[in-house]
């Protein structure tokens, strides 16, 4: 997932080509997408693996972190917004290696799916920022 963002691009434009990868190597590697954070399929205490994966888990980590700082919102927790990114993309991989996203929706292009829903993630980020920060409305 490393080579996702091109040298010199914002922390936001690397967050969303991460989770564009993130979803493209899902579809180009569905056995591997399904096997990885699920330990019924690995040895528990596969050492290699183990530091492999929280690698995997800090890059995200702190792409999130840095994604997050770039757009200015405040008040967001830095790890809910992880969760709630990284669970966009593993659910729209699933979706699509599963045959929903065709079955109800017809015919989609998942990149621009997942560029879409990066879309709507950041503007309710924002959203929800200005939201706290508006004064209240009179009663």
Same mark, same amino acid.
């Given at each position: 997932?490393?080579?996702?963002?091109?040298?010199?691009?914002? /922390? =936001?434009?690397?967050?969303?080509?991460? !989770?564009?990868?993130?979803?493209? %190597?899902? +579809?180009?590697?569905? $056995?591997?997408? #399904?096997?990885?954070?699920?330990?019924?399929?690995?040895?528990?205490?596969?050492?290699?693996?183990?530091?492999?994966?929280?690698?995997?888990?800090?890059?995200?980590?702190?792409?999130?972190?840095? /994604? =997050?700082?770039?757009?200015?919102?405040? !008040?967001?927790?830095?790890?809910? %917004?992880? +969760?709630?990114?990284? $669970?966009?993309? #593993?659910?729209?991989?699933?979706?699509?290696?599963?045959?929903?996203?065709?079955?109800?929706?017809?015919?989609?292009?998942?990149?621009?799916?997942?560029?879409?829903?990066?879309?709507?993630?950041? /503007?309710?980020?924002?959203?929800?920022?200005?939201?706290?920060?508006?004064?209240?409305?009179?009663?």
């Amino acid at each position: 997932m490393k080579e996702s963002g091109e040298p010199g691009d914002s /922390a =936001l434009e690397r967050y969303r080509a991460m !989770g564009r990868s993130y979803v493209r %190597f899902a +579809i180009e590697n569905p $056995a591997h997408f #399904h096997i990885v954070g699920r330990p019924e399929f690995y040895s528990a205490g596969d050492e290699e693996f183990s530091r492999g994966y929280q690698e995997l888990f800090d890059t995200l980590s702190e792409a999130a972190a840095g /994604a =997050l700082r770039e757009t200015g919102v405040e !008040g967001l927790d830095p790890q809910a %917004f992880l +969760i709630s990114t990284w $669970a966009m993309a #593993h659910g729209l991989a699933t979706l699509w290696l599963d045959g929903t996203l065709e079955d109800r929706i017809g015919p989609v292009d998942i990149e621009a799916v997942t560029a879409a829903a990066f879309d709507v993630v950041f /503007a309710s980020s924002e959203g929800a920022t200005r939201e706290k920060s508006a004064p209240p409305k009179p009663g």
